[in-house]
């Protein structure tokens, strides 16, 4: 069920998952760690995802991600605390 708001495609949780080859959980992950963004539809919890971002996500290598960072650290500095 794609919807369209403002000229924009917008996906359902289970279709973006589907689209990333990815469980619904995994999906609520990169929303939490940054990686993707989520847009509530209404009143319920329902969340949509854009779908040019989820793409993008896609076209993304491993090296490519974007590593989430320890609260207070400072730019650069990974969970990790490395490089």
Known sequence: MVIWIDEDEYLT????????GV???TLYAYVSRG?????????????LYRRR???ALVQLT????????RRGAPPGKDWAGGH
């Not at 949780?13 to 990333?20: F, K, R, S, Y």
């Not at 491993?62 to 960072?69: F, H, I, M, Q, T």
């Open 62 to 69: 491993p090296g490519d991600a974007p590593r989430p960072r």
């Open 13 to 20: 949780a289970p279709e973006a998952a589907e689209i990333l």
């Open 23 to 25: 469980k619904t959980q």
């Open 35 to 47: 990686l993707l963004r989520s847009y509530r539809q209404g009143i319920r919890r329902h969340r």
């Open 53 to 55: 971002d989820v793409e």
